[in-house]
């Protein structure tokens, strides 16, 4: 027992190792493709830094306007400070339209590197208190800071995605450790930054109202209080000043876009994907059969055109009804944590909770779904079982990301991101849970010997007939659809990413809802 | 609320207990013994697996830098007329791809010397050959004759990029892979264990990656080929080994640097067998054939054999070009050695120098020639060459650094150090490419992999006053790349920080090569002690 505080000490610092090294791989990926976002969250710099806050959500300049809540518009304006500094014309609205300069790009690759800092933070945090060996706590956060999914979407593709998700789970490392208030408090922070992130808020309000608001009428309903005006208060911080201005409406308007559609360009990989298919087969057969099917006008991905659906068949799917599926999808999770509100389980909810957005939610973007890949890794090693999953579910929707990158320069980039990936998980996963012989004696009798056994970590034939199919899925879509189809079905290839990563999603999906009703 | 709970999970969350309980789950579960146990070592999860798995691991690693890298611009980009590196490379492929073979050193109408003609050997030229074909059948206007002068495109880039990343793959990481397993073959657990850091120090040298990948170069090949040679030779592969090395030197005449050091070894070790007289003539027998076999098409007459020959030895360009750290160009600030002597007197006052400074390590390899001993005559003869022979350039450093990775565990301190200053002593020439993120990168990389949590713990403590002199030291060659990058030098002198970093580097550099050489000589008073006391038992 005099081993551990010596060893704590040790293990505190090399939290900088991987971090450091990741911020070498991502320095060295400045250079690379960026995506429109780029642009994107250069306007934004220059909107917030040029115009008065009483504009930012009506100015329509570019047309990437500032649709993200008021945080993120004040962090631009934090970040605008300095941008202006380095490249006037950078934070210029006007002269500033895709406008990339060297020191542009690398201010703005900068500032993703710099605010991953609050995830290489939270990822610390989230294995402080936790009872794990060296080992473990390396492999989370390898899990974690090393994602290849972090890498291709806030390194490669540009967003800040990274400093988002780490401000999620220092709230959940909080909730961890019994500090609801300020779990709650980042919570609530983190919706004022990202508003994409309030599909786990039934799941938060339950939780903390289980969980926080107890301990007999008076004392449940006082802190029921204080923890509704930690939340006011935060929120009137975000929104008070555009309240003031009379800006709330253009606010809304920009943050819920129903316009745009039930998926996105290229289709995440979701339940709706199959309820799509579902109706192109039926109008093709049902043409076939002789019925009179007009050909839908609208797109799935495009805006809201009047009001013809995109569906042929099938009846059309609005926003409401994506969400009452959602909130349908996540209710077993409520009910548990209704009647059982464990800290231990707050990171497996949440995530449970945004795995139901993802598939069931109106407008999509793949990258969504790192809003639950991401927590998971924490729970990653408590069991076998969860290891497996997240086993293939990082590799999963790592690999959904993959039509983001679509340019020859990053093709390799992303293949060998993913294989490291998968090979440092494969080997940490089986070296954390070796084979186990029975250490009785009688289990040696042969009989009993295979049911004493447990064996180490693997992925079973099953597992790996389904990355082998995922592999398929890749080589058909980069080499052989070419030289087979030519320039035929030219879409073909990502439908086959998206229904296969779908496939996936929904595994992943039912593993967890399972996980969550059996687990006591 | 009494059904909650969440009370008994903040005690077990906290307080020792749960922590005692783990670890006497931990204790029962991992009885695979200490080696195996993940608490001892967080590594272990990787290398305690076959050599196979882990190197594969490295190596996708490598591969991610190595791309990375590449991101980056090349030497010479946009830059007309000449371009850079980068270009001459394009350049060889076009003219190898669509010229005869006896063309390709000859001036002509087609083929014009001037513009980065020709000037490394035959194997060379074949490599272009093929990388040529691959770039023609891909994007054929990248390589046509006269009209892909300067060519500079998207795809372009990155299948020149592709053809360096997969010479590397087709011959540097084999050769890793066959040295570390011959280096490590008769070692103990104990010493096993630093393979895979060792192998990550060769592997992730930032230098060769700067070179290779961001400059555009395909040293990996003929040091590839070198290092496979030298595995071979420790695995007492004699003819192999020596077959190896004539095809490195016909890659690149600079593998010659090694030259003294397999001469003086194989010598050393021939004269030592039954019969020296066979070995050395089978040795001498694989080499002549080698060389033929390389140079078989311009074997049919003298001329064309003597044209290749000028081409490689390119003397009117002067005792040194550019800033390099060595002592021609050191001294030159004091000695103005190109206005003082004729070529020819240069030629020959290089010569004597380098040879005098081979001969101690070479003399030591014939007087015992042991395997540790062969790595630190490698690694004394091409720091000589590099600091006296005729035309070195910047990039050569990078042939003594690859013995000095072999040593990285023997002598960790002389490997960073050469490290360093290597990685200075190019720092203008990388800047000069634009290559300052991923030079700052890779310098950052190769501190961070070397002080890498958990591997490698060092018995040996440095004592105080070399951890000052080396704090001091690296002080210094932070200040020098602080003030190349910010302050733009005096009208009068504008090359004067290059001469700084030289000056710094050379000094540097000295210093290693004798503490190197002593170090060497040192060997084999310990080894002829260690051959007395076995006498005398």
């Known amino acids: ?520 | 609320m009494n059904d909650c709970p969440s009370e008994k999970n903040h005690t077990l969350l906290n307080p020792k207990t749960l922590l005692r309980v783990t670890n006497a789950v931990h204790q029962t579960n991992t009885a695979a013994g200490p080696e195996s146990d993940p608490n001892t070592n967080i590594w272990s999860f990787i290398t305690t697996r076959s050599t196979s798995s882990w190197f594969l691991c490295i190596s996708l690693f490598a591969v991610l830098i190595r791309l990375a890298v590449a991101l980056h611009p090349y030497s010479g980009a946009h830059t007309p007329p000449m371009f850079g590196d980068y270009e001459a490379q394009r350049h060889w492929m076009e003219i190898t791809v669509n010229l005869p073979v006896k063309d390709w050193y000859r001036n002509s109408t087609v083929n014009d010397l001037g513009y980065w003609g020709l000037d490394y050997p035959p194997l060379t030229a074949y490599q272009s050959y093929f990388h040529g074909i691959l770039l023609e059948f891909f994007d054929p206007a990248s390589v046509a004759l006269f009209t892909s002068r300067g060519y500079e495109s998207y795809i372009g880039k990155l299948l020149m990029r592709w053809t360096v990343l997969m010479s590397d793959l087709m011959i540097f990481f084999p050769a890793v892979l066959y040295f570390i397993t011959v280096y490590y073959s008769g070692k103990t657990t104990g010493d096993r264990s630093n393979m895979a850091w060792h192998t990550l120090m060769i592997l992730l040298n930032p230098c060769i990656i700067l070179i290779d990948h961001g400059h555009f170069q395909y040293n990996c090949i003929s040091l590839g080929l070198t290092l496979a040679a030298i595995a071979a030779i420790l695995s007492d592969r004699n003819l192999v080994g020596s077959m190896l090395f004539c095809l490195a030197l016909n890659h690149k005449q600079m593998s010659a640097y090694y030259a003294p050091a397999f001469f003086g070894y194989l010598l050393g070790k021939s004269v030592r067998r039954k019969n020296p007289i066979l070995e050395i003539l089978k040795l001498g027998f694989v080499v002549l054939c080698t060389f033929a076999l390389v140079w078989w098409p311009y074997l049919h007459s003298m001329d064309a054999s003597l044209e290749v020959l000028s081409r490689l030895a390119p003397f009117e360009r002067g005792i040194y070009e550019d800033y390099v750290a060595n002592f021609w160009c050191a001294t030159s600030v004091v000695v103005k050695w190109k206005r003082l002597f004729s070529t020819q007197l240069l030629k020959l006052l290089s010569l004597t120098a380098t040879v005098s400074a081979c001969i101690p390590s070479m003399i030591q390899l014939i007087w015992s020639p042991t395997k540790r001993g062969f790595l630190q005559g490698l690694l004394n003869c091409s720091l000589s060459f590099y600091l006296f022979s005729f035309q070195v350039h910047e990039k050569s450093i990078l042939l003594p650094l690859l013995p000095a990775s072999f040593l990285a565990l023997e002598e960790p301190f002389i490997f960073r150090w050469l490290m360093y200053n290597a990685l200075l002593s190019m720092f203008p020439l990388l800047r000069r490419d634009g290559l300052v993120l991923p030079y700052a990168a890779l310098y950052g990389l190769f501190i961070l992999l070397y002080h890498a949590p958990g591997v490698r713990k060092d018995a040996r403590k440095p004592d105080f006053y070399s951890s000052v002199l080396e704090s001091s030291a690296f002080a210094c060659s932070l200040f020098l790349h602080i003030i190349y990058l910010t302050i733009t030098p005096p009208d009068k002198y504008p090359f004067l920080f290059e001469a700084v970093i030289m000056i710094f580097c050379f000094s540097q550099f000295v210093l290693s090569s004798i503490y190197l050489n002593t170090k060497q000589w040192a060997l084999s008073k310990s080894s002829t002690q260690v051959d007395a006391r076995k006498k005398s038992l």
């Open chain 1, 1 to 520: 027992m005099e081993k551990p505080p010596n060893s704590r000490h040790q293990i505190d610092g090399e939290i900088w190792w991987p971090a450091l090294v990741a911020t070498v791989v991502k320095l060295l990926l400045i250079p690379a493709y960026r995506s429109t976002d780029f642009e994107v969250h250069r306007n934004w710099l220059a909107l917030t830094h040029s115009l008065p806050l009483s504009q930012w959500y009506s100015d329509t300049t570019s047309q990437w306007t500032l649709d993200y809540p008021p945080f993120f518009a004040y962090f631009e304006k934090f970040l605008s400070f300095f941008a202006s500094r380095v490249d006037p014309t950078m934070t210029h609205l006007h002269h500033g339209l895709n406008y990339a300069s060297e020191r542009t790009i690398l201010f703005q690759r900068l500032s993703v590197t710099l605010s991953d800092s609050v995830l290489v933070y939270s990822a610390y945090r989230l294995t402080r208190n936790r009872n794990f060996s060296s080992f473990e706590r390396f492999l989370i956060w390898a899990l974690v800071i090393w994602s290849p999914g972090l890498f291709i979407v806030d390194h490669l593709h540009f967003q800040y995605n990274g400093f988002l998700l780490g401000m999620l789970l220092l709230s959940i490392s909080f909730l961890e450790e019994g500090k609801d208030l300020v779990g709650g408090f980042f919570f609530a922070v983190l919706l004022c930054f990202k508003h994409l992130f309030a599909v786990a808020a039934p799941v938060y309000f339950v939780y903390l109202f289980r969980h926080y608001c107890r301990g007999g009428l008076v004392k449940g309903f006082g802190r029921l209080v204080l923890i509704g005006s930690v939340v006011l208060v935060v929120f009137a911080a975000a929104y008070g000043p555009f309240l003031y201005y009379g800006q709330m409406q253009e606010v809304f308007r920009r943050m819920f876009p129903f316009g745009r559609g039930l998926c996105h360009a290229y289709w995440a990989p979701n339940f709706w994907v199959f309820y799509i298919m579902l109706d192109k087969f039926l109008a093709f057969w049902l043409v076939k059969l002789g019925f009179n099917i007009q050909a839908p006008k609208a797109s799935f991905t495009g805006g809201l055109v009047g009001d013809s659906s995109p569906f042929a068949v099938l009846p059309t799917i609005t926003p409401l009804i994506t969400f009452i599926t959602v909130l349908l999808a996540i209710s077993p999770c409520l009910v548990k944590a209704w009647r059982n509100p464990q800290p231990r389980m707050v990171s497996k909810w949440v995530s449970y909770a945004y795995t139901c957005g993802f598939l069931f939610g109106w407008h999509v973007h793949e990258k969504a779904s790192l809003h639950f890949v991401i927590p998971l890794a924490s729970t990653a090693l408590t069991s076998m079982e969860d290891a497996k999953h997240y086993f293939f579910l990082s590799i999963v929707s790592f690999y959904s990301l993959f039509p983001l990158l679509f340019e020859a320069q990053e093709y390799p980039i992303k293949v060998v991101l993913l294989l490291l990936h998968t090979i440092l998980m494969f080997f940490g996963f089986s070296s954390r849970f070796p084979a186990r012989s029975a250490t009785t004696a009688g289990a040696v009798v042969k009989g009993r010997d295979k049911t004493s056994e447990t064996p180490a970590f693997h992925i079973g034939w099953f597992g790996k007939s389904c990355l082998f199919g995922l592999l398929f899925v890749e080589i058909w879509g980069q080499f052989v659809h070419r030289m087979v189809l030519g320039d035929r079905l030219p879409f073909l290839p990502l439908m086959m990413i998206s229904i296969y990563c779908a496939l996936g999603m929904i595994y992943s999906w039912i593993w967890q809802l399972r996980h969550i009703i059996l687990i006591h």
